[in-house]
Protein backbone atom coordinates (compact mmCIF):
# COMPACT_ATOMS: atom_id res chain seq x y z
CA UNK A 1 0.00 0.00 0.00
CA UNK A 2 1.35 3.20 -1.13
CA UNK A 3 2.30 6.08 1.45
CA UNK A 4 3.45 9.07 2.91
CA UNK A 5 5.52 8.48 6.20
CA UNK A 6 5.75 11.01 8.89
CA UNK A 7 8.27 9.35 11.21
CA UNK A 8 7.53 11.85 14.22
CA UNK A 9 3.15 11.24 15.31
CA UNK A 10 3.72 13.93 18.53
CA UNK A 11 6.95 15.83 19.84
CA UNK A 12 7.27 18.16 22.55
CA UNK A 13 10.05 20.52 22.16
CA UNK A 14 11.46 23.59 24.45
CA UNK A 15 11.84 27.44 22.99
CA UNK A 16 14.49 27.91 21.23
CA UNK A 17 15.21 24.22 20.05
CA UNK A 18 16.03 23.27 16.49
CA UNK A 19 13.36 20.84 15.29
CA UNK A 20 13.41 18.26 12.45
CA UNK A 21 10.25 16.90 10.80
CA UNK A 22 10.88 13.94 8.15
CA UNK A 23 8.01 12.79 5.68
CA UNK A 24 9.12 10.10 3.24
CA UNK A 25 6.85 8.66 0.47
CA UNK A 26 7.16 5.48 -1.77
CA UNK A 27 5.58 6.67 -4.52
CA UNK A 28 7.65 7.91 -6.26
CA UNK A 29 5.94 11.53 -6.63
CA UNK A 30 8.32 14.31 -7.64
CA UNK A 31 6.22 17.11 -5.62
CA UNK A 32 6.24 17.17 -2.00
CA UNK A 33 4.72 19.83 0.41
CA UNK A 34 4.21 20.72 4.00
CA UNK A 35 1.26 22.65 5.58
CA UNK A 36 0.74 23.50 8.77
CA UNK A 37 -3.40 23.10 10.19
CA UNK A 38 -4.39 25.11 13.09
CA UNK A 39 -8.06 25.66 13.79
CA UNK A 40 -10.22 28.15 12.64
CA UNK A 41 -7.04 28.41 9.57
CA UNK A 42 -7.45 25.63 7.81
CA UNK A 43 -4.14 24.09 5.72
CA UNK A 44 -1.71 26.41 5.48
CA UNK A 45 1.56 25.82 2.76
CA UNK A 46 4.94 26.37 4.03
CA UNK A 47 7.22 24.86 1.89
CA UNK A 48 6.71 22.91 -1.62
CA UNK A 49 9.43 20.96 -3.84
CA UNK A 50 9.09 19.52 -6.82
CA UNK A 51 12.83 18.23 -7.36
CA UNK A 52 15.16 16.77 -5.90
CA UNK A 53 17.34 19.70 -3.99
CA UNK A 54 14.64 22.13 -5.01
CA UNK A 55 12.73 24.35 -3.04
CA UNK A 56 10.05 27.21 -3.31
CA UNK A 57 8.50 28.98 -0.10
CA UNK A 58 4.44 28.67 0.16
CA UNK A 59 2.43 30.91 2.03
CA UNK A 60 4.02 30.85 5.60
CA UNK A 61 7.83 30.24 5.01
CA UNK A 62 9.21 32.47 8.07
CA UNK A 63 10.80 30.68 10.79
CA UNK A 64 10.81 27.40 8.76
CA UNK A 65 13.46 25.86 6.63
CA UNK A 66 13.42 22.26 4.11
CA UNK A 67 15.72 20.02 3.17
CA UNK A 68 15.00 17.81 -0.16
CA UNK A 69 18.50 15.53 -0.46
CA UNK A 70 16.99 12.42 -1.93
CA UNK A 71 13.48 12.46 -3.98
CA UNK A 72 11.62 10.36 -1.31
CA UNK A 73 12.32 12.59 1.40
CA UNK A 74 11.40 15.97 2.62
CA UNK A 75 12.66 17.14 5.78
CA UNK A 76 10.80 20.73 7.65
CA UNK A 77 13.24 22.43 9.69
CA UNK A 78 12.59 24.82 12.57
CA UNK A 79 16.05 26.25 13.52
CA UNK A 80 14.58 27.65 16.48
CA UNK A 81 11.18 26.44 17.67
CA UNK A 82 8.74 28.66 19.16
CA UNK A 83 5.70 28.53 21.34
CA UNK A 84 3.57 30.10 17.78
CA UNK A 85 5.15 27.31 15.89
CA UNK A 86 2.96 24.47 18.19
CA UNK A 87 0.64 23.13 15.50
CA UNK A 88 -0.37 20.07 13.17
CA UNK A 89 2.34 19.72 10.45
CA UNK A 90 1.11 17.29 6.92
CA UNK A 91 3.21 16.55 4.57
CA UNK A 92 2.04 15.52 1.49
CA UNK A 93 2.97 14.64 -2.00
CA UNK A 94 1.95 14.14 -6.02
CA UNK A 95 3.24 13.53 -8.75
CA UNK A 96 3.71 16.01 -11.97
CA UNK A 97 2.18 14.12 -15.10
CA UNK A 98 -1.02 12.95 -13.76
CA UNK A 99 -3.14 15.59 -14.90
CA UNK A 100 -4.61 16.54 -11.47
CA UNK A 101 -3.15 17.68 -8.13
CA UNK A 102 -4.39 14.79 -5.64
CA UNK A 103 -2.60 14.85 -3.08
CA UNK A 104 -1.19 11.92 -0.68
CA UNK A 105 -1.06 13.20 3.34
CA UNK A 106 1.07 11.74 6.15
CA UNK A 107 -0.57 11.30 9.20
CA UNK A 108 0.56 14.18 10.56
CA UNK A 109 3.02 15.55 13.26
CA UNK A 110 1.20 17.01 16.29
CA UNK A 111 3.94 19.52 17.65
CA UNK A 112 4.13 21.53 20.96
CA UNK A 113 6.66 23.90 21.56
CA UNK A 114 6.86 24.80 25.01
CA UNK B 1 -5.51 36.27 -3.01
CA UNK B 2 -7.33 33.01 -3.52
CA UNK B 3 -9.50 31.70 -0.65
CA UNK B 4 -12.03 29.18 -0.31
CA UNK B 5 -14.71 29.72 2.24
CA UNK B 6 -16.63 26.81 3.86
CA UNK B 7 -19.81 26.87 5.58
CA UNK B 8 -20.70 25.64 7.67
CA UNK B 9 -17.72 25.37 10.11
CA UNK B 10 -19.63 22.79 12.25
CA UNK B 11 -22.17 20.54 12.35
CA UNK B 12 -23.68 17.84 14.15
CA UNK B 13 -26.54 15.49 12.75
CA UNK B 14 -28.59 12.76 13.77
CA UNK B 15 -27.75 9.12 12.35
CA UNK B 16 -29.78 9.27 9.24
CA UNK B 17 -30.31 12.58 8.41
CA UNK B 18 -28.89 13.79 4.72
CA UNK B 19 -26.28 17.02 5.08
CA UNK B 20 -24.45 19.73 2.93
CA UNK B 21 -20.98 21.58 2.81
CA UNK B 22 -20.70 24.36 0.51
CA UNK B 23 -17.13 25.53 -0.04
CA UNK B 24 -17.22 28.91 -2.38
CA UNK B 25 -14.59 30.45 -4.48
CA UNK B 26 -14.42 34.31 -5.60
CA UNK B 27 -12.83 32.80 -8.28
CA UNK B 28 -13.17 30.81 -10.90
CA UNK B 29 -11.77 27.52 -9.94
CA UNK B 30 -9.65 24.94 -12.19
CA UNK B 31 -9.75 21.56 -10.02
CA UNK B 32 -11.63 21.13 -6.69
CA UNK B 33 -10.76 18.50 -4.23
CA UNK B 34 -12.76 16.90 -1.03
CA UNK B 35 -10.63 15.25 1.59
CA UNK B 36 -12.32 13.85 4.74
CA UNK B 37 -9.90 14.11 7.67
CA UNK B 38 -10.72 12.27 10.69
CA UNK B 39 -9.78 13.72 14.02
CA UNK B 40 -5.79 14.24 14.58
CA UNK B 41 -4.69 12.11 11.23
CA UNK B 42 -3.99 13.19 7.49
CA UNK B 43 -6.52 14.21 4.68
CA UNK B 44 -7.91 11.27 2.51
CA UNK B 45 -8.80 12.31 -0.75
CA UNK B 46 -12.43 11.65 -1.69
CA UNK B 47 -13.10 13.11 -4.73
CA UNK B 48 -12.20 15.61 -7.69
CA UNK B 49 -14.33 18.05 -10.09
CA UNK B 50 -13.20 20.18 -12.75
CA UNK B 51 -15.89 20.94 -15.38
CA UNK B 52 -18.69 23.10 -14.56
CA UNK B 53 -21.72 21.47 -13.70
CA UNK B 54 -19.70 17.96 -12.83
CA UNK B 55 -20.97 15.94 -10.63
CA UNK B 56 -19.36 12.33 -8.54
CA UNK B 57 -20.59 10.06 -6.30
CA UNK B 58 -19.21 7.74 -4.11
CA UNK B 59 -21.20 5.51 -1.66
CA UNK B 60 -23.29 7.86 -0.09
CA UNK B 61 -21.52 10.59 -0.94
CA UNK B 62 -22.33 13.36 -3.82
CA UNK B 63 -20.28 16.27 -4.61
CA UNK B 64 -21.38 18.88 -7.48
CA UNK B 65 -18.79 21.55 -9.06
CA UNK B 66 -21.92 24.53 -10.43
CA UNK B 67 -21.55 26.10 -13.93
CA UNK B 68 -19.56 29.11 -12.46
CA UNK B 69 -17.07 26.78 -10.94
CA UNK B 70 -17.13 28.91 -7.93
CA UNK B 71 -19.18 26.66 -5.58
CA UNK B 72 -18.60 23.11 -4.88
CA UNK B 73 -21.16 21.04 -2.62
CA UNK B 74 -20.74 18.10 -0.61
CA UNK B 75 -24.07 15.86 0.11
CA UNK B 76 -24.20 13.03 2.66
CA UNK B 77 -26.84 11.12 2.08
CA UNK B 78 -28.40 8.93 5.49
CA UNK B 79 -25.25 9.90 7.34
CA UNK B 80 -24.07 7.10 9.91
CA UNK B 81 -21.17 7.68 12.67
CA UNK B 82 -18.59 6.77 10.32
CA UNK B 83 -18.87 9.95 8.66
CA UNK B 84 -17.81 12.04 11.29
CA UNK B 85 -14.91 13.93 11.04
CA UNK B 86 -13.50 17.19 9.30
CA UNK B 87 -14.00 18.00 5.69
CA UNK B 88 -12.17 20.09 3.61
CA UNK B 89 -12.30 21.27 0.09
CA UNK B 90 -9.00 22.69 -1.89
CA UNK B 91 -8.68 24.80 -5.08
CA UNK B 92 -5.40 24.32 -7.93
CA UNK B 93 -3.82 27.24 -7.16
CA UNK B 94 -3.65 29.47 -10.27
CA UNK B 95 -0.23 28.76 -12.31
CA UNK B 96 0.97 26.85 -9.78
CA UNK B 97 1.23 23.22 -8.77
CA UNK B 98 -0.35 22.91 -5.37
CA UNK B 99 -3.80 23.32 -3.67
CA UNK B 100 -4.75 25.75 -1.60
CA UNK B 101 -7.36 24.77 1.16
CA UNK B 102 -10.76 26.00 3.26
CA UNK B 103 -11.06 26.52 7.09
CA UNK B 104 -12.86 23.27 6.98
CA UNK B 105 -16.32 21.87 8.32
CA UNK B 106 -16.52 19.50 11.59
CA UNK B 107 -19.32 17.06 11.18
CA UNK B 108 -20.42 15.12 14.35
CA UNK B 109 -23.26 12.32 13.71
CA UNK B 110 -25.18 11.36 16.82
CA UNK B 111 -26.02 7.72 16.72
Known amino acids: DVKVTQSSRYLVKRTGEKVFLECVQD?????MFWYRQDPGLGLRLIYFSYDVKMKEKGDIPEGYSVSREKKERFSLILESASTNQTSMYLC?????????????FGAGSRLTVL | SQELEQSPQSLIVQEGKNLTINCTSSKTLYGLYWYKQKYGEGLIFLMM?????EEKSHEKITAKLDEKKQQSSLHITASQPSHAGIYLC???????????FGTGTRLTVIP
Open chain 2, 90 to 100: GADRSGANNLF
Open chain 1, 92 to 104: ASTKTASGANVLT
Open chain 1, 27 to 31: MDHEN
Open chain 2, 49 to 53: LQKGG
